[in-house]
């Protein structure tokens, strides 16, 4: 995957609330049928964070306000998730980060966040086949 659609793509699994790593994992998987590796989250967060678009607090990520109103612009010209993510990356493309000294990702931390992940999405089948009994 590109670079700046594989930073559209982590930043769109932020989103604009505060959320837990396996809860960007979740989201993740659901645009995109898989989860960033390591290696690519961990520059995606620390590339969004420098070119201001996300801020870390703790253990929650979100996305700043500009980088909210670049997401809505571009969903004002999308038709559908696909184009969103395609429009997002070519925006991207004309960020420049600076080193704000954003905090990568440990591997410890990534760890967490699968085990949370996968806990996540065994919690939700449980849920949806309890729904449907």
Known sequence: MDRHKL???VLLSVGDQPRHLGE???RADGINKATPSLDELRD???????AGCIK???NLFK?????????NACEERSQNLFDLWTLLASELRHLVPQDNGASPLTEVEYDRGINDFRARGAKMLREYFEDDA
Do not use: F, I, M
């Open 7 to 9: 930073l559209a793509w």
């Open 44 to 50: 995606s967060l620390v590339w969004l964070e420098n």
């Open 63 to 71: 996305t700043t306000k500009a980088a909210a109103q670049l997401r």
């Open 24 to 26: 960007v994992l979740l």
């Open 56 to 58: 870390r607090e703790g």
